[in-house]
């Protein structure tokens, strides 16, 4: 009997990414909401919870014995396990080029800014946040790293290649992320954010953030 997948997250979250993946590909699993801070069992600061991720992050992803904790893994993962069209082009072709690009992009550019405000904003310990970092360096670094996709984006209807793929998921989220952190978003990117959040998939994975 195949394995049932599990999804660990929370809110809208990068968890959130893995969430509305897993709902795009048509395929059961379950997911459990876990509390950030806490230290029970559900909690994400746990001995149980730290098991699987020691950093106490999400998302999570296990398979039978396979544990994933990147939410960009747990995204291709799960396109290999999609029951419709596909979702991640196949290997050594254009569009797989493309749509690799955009997603290291994404990873390492331009949700860096988005990151680095939670952290100075939240995540770190007070004494290591540095509020000129919020206010002065973010705006600036965020603008480039805007500028940039959008030529990455060109006239593209899609995050990569001519139809909806997990980057897609990637680049949706972390657009609502922008949103919610308040940076300036150009309004090619508000209306790309809209269609793919229109998605069927989209509003089931959020329903479940509301249980
Ligand atoms: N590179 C990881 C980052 C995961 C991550 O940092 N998740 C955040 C939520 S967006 C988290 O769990 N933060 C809790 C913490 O830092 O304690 C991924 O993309 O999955």
């Known amino acids: 009997m195949a394995s049932q997948i599990t999804i660990y997250g929370m809110g809208q979250s990068r968890s959130f990414r893995a969430l509305w993946a897993a709902e795009e590909t048509g395929i059961?699993?379950?997911?459990?909401?876990?509390?950030?801070?806490g230290t029970g069992e559900n909690g994400a600061q746990g001995s149980q919870y730290k098991q699987l991720n020691i950093q106490g992050k999400v998302p999570t992803l296990v398979d039978g014995d396979l544990v994933i904790r990147e939410s960009a893994a747990i995204l291709n993962y799960l396109a290999t396990k999609a029951k419709g069209p596909s979702l991640m082009p196949a290997d050594g072709t254009a569009a797989r080029a493309a749509y690799d690009e955009m997603c290291f992009f994404i990873l390492s550019d331009f949700e860096q800014p988005l990151w680095t405000q939670g952290k100075h904003k939240f995540a770190l310990p007070e004494q290591y946040r540095v509020a000129d970092v919020v206010e002065k360096t973010l705006p600036f670094e965020f603008a480039k790293s805007q500028a940039a996709l959008l030529v990455l984006l060109g006239d593209r209807q899609y995050a990569a290649g001519d139809s909806f793929?997990?980057?897609?998921?990637?680049?949706?989220?972390?657009?609502?992320?922008a949103q919610r952190f308040n940076f300036e978003l150009d309004e090619k990117l508000i209306s790309y954010r809209d269609r793919m959040i229109a998605r069927d998939a989209f509003t089931r994975a959020l329903k479940q953030t509301e249980q």
């Open 28 to 37: 059961d699993f379950t997911y459990i909401q876990v509390d950030f801070k």
């Open 165 to 177: 793929t997990m980057a897609d998921v990637l680049l949706a989220q972390t657009i609502n992320w």
